[in-house]
């Protein structure tokens, strides 16, 4: 954890903030805090800052919170995902969290198991935890926005369009010819990623329909946990 991610409403008036929980166990047992330090803060949605250590650790924290600074710039990238297992699902949205994704959309694919869909990680309070892992690791504030669409052709006919805005849109496909391309920062992206057994081919041509060009990272295929900070990092930074 870089950063205690606070909840706005835990910093009060005075700019005092009660911690108890995971961050207060983590400040207590790993940073190994003292009267008087100074942390690194952040408050959920707005900026970062820093805080110092009023009393505690023991059974709550308190903290007096000052917030100077904006959160990291965002990567200026969408995701449309095949819901990958549980699992995996686990490590991919702290790692979005981290890499300033602005929003993932979780789809359906032929080759997704519909029990994917039943699983606790999809629970929104599940998923919201998930995100605040990876803020706190990238000192970011702002959380990608997650949606769930367990229906594949109408979201990519009815609403893909809409969704993904302006752009470019990509998706990654092992026979594409076209390779990934470096995309300027300010360009807004759409990626749409698929399963560990990637997309079908109707499934790229539904894609192809909505603007998407297929490209491909080699002839290596990957797990969609490895695949998507592959892909982001590819497309983004150096």
Do not use: C
Not at 90 to 113: H, I, M, T, W, Y
Not at 121 to 133: S, T
Not at 168 to 176: E, G, I, K
Not at 179 to 204: H, M, N, Q, Y
């Amino acid at each position: 954890m870089n950063l205690l991610l606070l909840q706005p409403n835990e910093v009060g008036a005075d700019g005092v903030a009660v911690l108890a929980g995971r961050r207060l166990e983590h400040a207590r047992e790993v940073l190994r805090v003292q009267h008087g330090e100074t942390l690194k803060v952040g408050v959920k949605g707005a900026q970062v800052g820093t805080a110092t250590v009023l009393e505690g650790p023991a059974e709550t924290l308190r903290l007096r919170v000052m917030l100077d600074a904006p959160p990291p710039p965002r990567a200026g990238i969408s995701l449309v995902l095949a819901i990958p297992r549980p699992k995996a699902l686990k490590r991919v949205l702290p790692a979005v969290a981290s890499l300033g994704v602005d929003r993932v959309v979780l789809v359906n694919a032929a080759k997704v198991e519909k029990s994917y869909f039943d699983s606790k990680v999809l629970a929104p309070e599940f998923i919201e935890g998930l995100l605040e892992l990876g803020l706190e690791q990238a000192r970011d504030t702002v959380p990608p926005r997650v949606e769930v669409r367990e229906r594949f052709r109408p979201f990519v006919e009815d609403e893909l369009g809409a969704w993904a805005g302006p752009g470019r849109r990509l998706v990654p496909h092992p026979t594409a010819e076209s390779g990934v391309p470096r995309v300027p920062a300010k360009e807004p992206l759409v990626v749409a990623i698929g399963p560990d057994g990637g997309w079908t081919d109707f499934e790229v041509e539904l894609l192809a329909k909505q603007g998407f060009t297929p490209i491909s990272l080699g002839p290596r295929i990957l797990r969609v946990e490895v695949a998507v900070p592959a892909i982001i990092g590819a497309l983004r930074f150096p």
